[in-house]
């Protein structure tokens, strides 16, 4: 079975930065459309960031400018590189793979990696 584990989450400063990391057993990165969601306390889980598996990005609103998805092929990872975070971006980040029921994705969810970012 897919498993996804999330990782590289923690307590970062506003302004500062912090890198999440995403593995799976059982998925080639290259050829699945992947995303990093987040759910903040009390609210819904939402797709921040998404790669296309040929390589297009594309980003909510709130952290465009701020966030890079990324693909490294060499470690079969799908990396979130949080630039100035700010204390709003504060949730359990999560990776999956879009489908078009909310809140919803391809692979069973993983535990998500919590980041906490301080004012």
């Known amino acids: 079975q897919v498993q996804l584990v999330e990782s590289g989450g923690g307590l970062v400063q506003a302004g500062g930065s912090l890198t999440l990391s995403c593995a799976a057993s059982?998925?080639?990165?290259?050829?699945?459309?992947m995303g990093w969601y987040r759910q903040a306390r009390g609210k819904q889980r939402e797709l921040v960031a998404l790669?296309?598996?040929?390589?297009?990005?594309q980003y909510t609103d709130s952290v465009k400018g701020r966030f890079t998805i990324s693909r490294n092929d060499a470690k079969n990872t799908i990396d979130l590189q949080m630039n100035s975070p700010k204390p709003e971006d504060t949730a359990v980040y999560y990776c999956?793979?879009?489908?078009?029921?909310?809140?919803?994705?391809?692979?069973?969810w993983g535990q998500g990696t919590q980041v906490t970012v301080s004012s």
């Open positions: 999956n793979a879009p489908i078009p029921t909310p809140d919803s994705g391809r692979f069973p």
């Open positions: 059982k998925i080639n990165f290259r050829t699945v459309t």
């Open positions: 790669i296309h598996s040929a390589g297009t990005t």
